[in-house]
């Protein structure tokens, strides 16, 4: 099976399913995502999902508004395409 492809505007990297979060491939390639509890609960991870679906371990209990997922805790469940920059 193809890997899955996650964009993150100009990056692409691909998800091996060897790692536990999203948040941990994005870090293992240098881009920049703000964390702090990282398992769901303080919402400083979130960033907006443009496509693609993602799938939690367990709901989480951050509030989140539409198109916005937390890398943190979830992990890609096709190709996605993140937008990086923090809500606001
Ligand atoms: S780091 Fe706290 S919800 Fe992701």
Redesign the pocket.
């Known amino acids: 099976m193809a890997d899955l492809i996650v964009s993150t505007g100009s990056t692409q990297l691909a998800w091996q399913g060897r790692l536990a979060t999203l948040?941990e491939l994005l870090e293992d390639n240098c881009l920049p995502v703000?964390?702090?509890?990282?398992?769901?609960?303080?919402?400083?991870?979130?960033v907006r999902l443009l496509a693609g679906r993602v799938r939690y371990r367990q709901p989480?209990l951050?509030c989140l508004s539409k198109g916005e997922i937390?890398?943190?805790?979830c992990v890609p469940e096709s190709d996605i395409t993140l937008a990086l920059e923090h809500p606001p």
């Not at 703000?34 to 979130?46: D, K, L, T």
């Not at 937390?70 to 805790?73: G, N, Q, S």
């Open positions: 948040l703000e964390y702090q509890c990282r398992s769901g609960f303080c919402g400083a991870c979130r989480p951050a937390l890398p943190c805790c």
